[in-house]
């Protein structure tokens, strides 16, 4: 029994388009097509990045949340290496790129029988231990008012990563990536000015954020990538079920886009009438639940807590506010 729904759940004809079959994508004379298989190895990776995220939390984010400010840091410079700067020098200082961002047209040409670039692979391999990270973590922090809707954001983001993987729609699959990511770095560039009280830093950055979201997530995702996998696509190739599932999750994908941007939109609406950000840019109002700093006020007013115990107490509940999921 659990052979026949092996077999049913890998028909070709779900994954691939009329006329290929997996045979087509075996790897032959050197060059390598994605597998489902591959993905194995985001387990022991996932593990892997939960045990790097709080050690360093613990190890290097606590002392840190226990100063009471932010200074400079000390830079320090690379070391030189001849042998890497010889090679720039001589090779190319300007390495090609794909041109699957200014022409995502071209990100079908050749589909199905697409190589497979080790670049691309390990992209892949980190972004889904990332997310299997966050998922089987996220109870376990603060949780906040969207937090049903980061639940659903992950298993989208898994299954999407999953599916385009084992299809081959690794190229599709970059853009969706790159134009999610990009505004990452503001937010997390928020929320630390946030808990470090740089007020001017901080508003400047959410305004920077807001900015690059709503142009990654919500004008050049569907003309790059929703126009790409609907009309470009149905130009060359016939339809097939993963065709309908790819576009059905990307749908779900820019749904919660249009949800996080009202978010950040009620937000800068705040900046604007109250002169400062003041929590979490995505998921600003937290659940009605005993916070850390609820705690702080209620012991503060009955004289029972110490100022070492209050700072500790900070640092862990500004520990808990780290950047959970994307």
């Not at 130009?235 to 749908?251: E, I, K, P, S």
């Amino acid at each position: 029994m659990l052979n026949t729904l092996y077999k049913s759940f890998w028909k070709a004809e779900y994954w691939l388009p009329p006329g290929y079959t997996w045979a087509d994508l075996e790897d032959s004379d050197g060059i390598t097509y994605p597998h489902p298989r591959d993905l194995l190895a985001a387990i022991p990776l996932t593990f892997v990045l939960i045990i790097i995220r709080y050690g360093i939390e613990r190890i290097i984010g606590l002392p840190l949340s226990r100063a009471l400010g932010v200074h400079d840091p000390v830079r320090i410079k690379a070391t030189p290496n001849h042998i890497l700067e010889s090679f720039f020098q001589t090779q190319n200082k300007n390495p090609k790129k794909k041109p699957w961002f200014g022409q995502p047209e071209t990100v079908w040409n050749g589909y199905p029988k697409q190589p497979l670039q080790p670049s691309i692979y390990w992209w892949y391999l980190w972004e889904l231990s990332f997310y299997f990270s966050l998922l089987l973590t996220l109870t376990f922090d603060v949780k906040r008012k969207d937090f049903k809707e980061q639940v659903l954001h992950h298993f989208v983001t898994i299954t999407l990563i999953s599916f385009s993987y084992s299809a081959n729609f690794v190229r599709i699959g970059a853009l969706v990536l790159l134009l999610h990511d990009v505004s990452d770095i503001f937010m997390e560039a928020c929320k630390m000015l946030i808990y470090a009280q740089w007020s001017q830093a901080r508003d400047m950055m959410f305004i920077l954020f807001a900015l690059v979201f709503f142009i990654s997530r919500l004008i050049l995702f569907p003309i790059k990538v929703l126009y790409t996998t609907s009309y470009a696509f149905l130009t060359n190739y016939q339809v097939f079920f993963g065709y309908y599932l790819a576009n059905a999750l990307l749908m779900v994908l820019q749904g919660l886009n249009a949800f996080w941007f009202f978010l950040i939109l009620r937000m800068f609406y705040k900046l604007l009438s109250e002169g400062q950000v003041k929590n979490d840019v995505r998921s600003d109002i937290e659940e009605e639940e005993s916070s850390d700093e609820q705690l702080i006020v209620t012991e503060g007013r009955n004289g029972r807590l110490q100022s070492n115990d209050t700072r500790n107490i900070r640092a862990r509940g500004s520990l808990k506010n780290w950047p959970v999921s994307h």
